[in-house]
């Protein structure tokens, strides 16, 4: 069994920002292969089904972004999660290219306050993540102005090519594993 989280904040006002593309992704995913999210437990917003033969819970925590780590543990222990195995969590990021994504068995929180919440709560870093690229901030804006922002109408074209990109990244780690991924949609 896998828990996809796209993290991401609740509510119209947030829904086409940067820091959205985590709740975006999973959207796609669950679009893909027809599940529906209902809210349910943990405080999040679940889609329940099966992708390629592996049980999936997908997520979007309602709890805002930087509480994001009391909805994750709460799934992990309701569903007997292992996070090293079985946690996958994608999220946006400023360290990256606008569409670039990177795949990790396991690392640092950085600068992203979700996922600070979740290694705080889980206790640990090992665990799988999917991060995507939404770039820097232009000139001397606000890093937090920024990711709340809206993508420019060129990323904005380019983001459905770019959420494809991320279903078929976590088909492909469900399918062949995490390595395979890795090895497909990272960066040299």
Not at 38 to 51: C, D, K, T, W, Y
Not at 60 to 77: D, F, I, R
Not at 154 to 159: P, S, Y
Not at 171 to 187: C, D, F, K, S
Request: include cysteine.
């Amino acid at each position: 069994m896998w828990l996809i989280v796209g993290l991401g904040n609740p509510g119209e006002r947030y829904a086409r920002t940067r820091h959205n593309i985590g709740f975006r992704s999973v959207d796609t995913l669950a679009e893909r292969h027809g599940l529906t999210f209902r809210p349910q437990r943990a405080n999040s917003q679940l889609a329940e089904g099966n992708i390629y033969g592996q049980r999936v819970v997908l997520a979007k925590p309602q709890t805002y972004m930087n509480l994001s780590g009391q909805a994750v543990v709460a799934l992990c222990n309701w569903y007997k999660i292992d996070p090293a195995r079985e946690l996958l969590v994608i999220y946006d990021d400023l360290d990256l290219p606008f569409a670039k994504l990177r795949i990790r068995e396991r690392g640092s929180a950085g600068t992203h306050n979700g996922m600070r919440s979740i290694v705080a709560q889980l206790g640990t870093t090992e665990f799988p993540r999917l991060r995507v690229g939404i770039g820097q901030p232009p000139g001397k804006m606000d890093a937090a102005d920024y990711v709340l922002g809206r993508f420019t109408p060129d990323e904005e074209a380019a983001l459905p090519d770019l959420l494809g990109r991320i279903a078929d990244a976590v088909e492909v780690i469900l399918r062949e594993g995490l390595t395979t991924a890795m090895n497909r949609y990272n960066p040299l």
